[in-house]
């Protein structure tokens, strides 16, 4: 199966957490925004991770990075709307709207994406 990954689901597995082995079969060939890229790189860096080195493990296991295009960035800004009650991140919208472009399931260890009233799919990890 390809999915989109959030950097919830890739931290989780990183880390070994709850939820770690529903992502672990799904990153060879799984995707990521540019931006939950970014956001995987900063939390990495700021719990004192050697960011560099975990990112390039992700590389070598097939996940992949995608650029947000300019629809992309568009349909993110539209799912504020939808999604604010939920307090979702620019990141969170980003790795969405690539889910709703290449008409993938997102991957999530962020329960409240559950709960969303959207035409995306969703998978949550635990």
């Known amino acids: 199966m390809t999915a989109v990954l959030d950097s919830s689901a890739v931290l989780a597995w990183l880390r070994d957490e709850p ?10 060939g799984a995707i990521m925004s540019a931006a939950n890229w970014s956001e995987t790189w900063q939390k990495l860096h700021q719990h004192g991770a050697d960011a560099g080195r ?10 992949r990075v995608e650029p947000l295009t300019e629809a992309d960035a568009v349909t993110a800004a539209s799912l504020w709307t939808r999604t604010r009650a939920a307090g979702l991140s620019l990141a969170d919208r980003c790795c969405l709207a690539l889910a709703a472009r290449l008409d993938l399931t997102t991957v999530t260890a962020d329960t409240v994406w559950a709960g969303l009233d959207i035409d995306i799919p969703v998978r949550v990890i635990r």
């Open 19 to 28: 939820g770690a082995g529903v992502v672990h079969p799904l990153l060879p």
């Open 54 to 63: 975990a990112t390039s493990r992700l590389r070598t296991l097939g996940v």
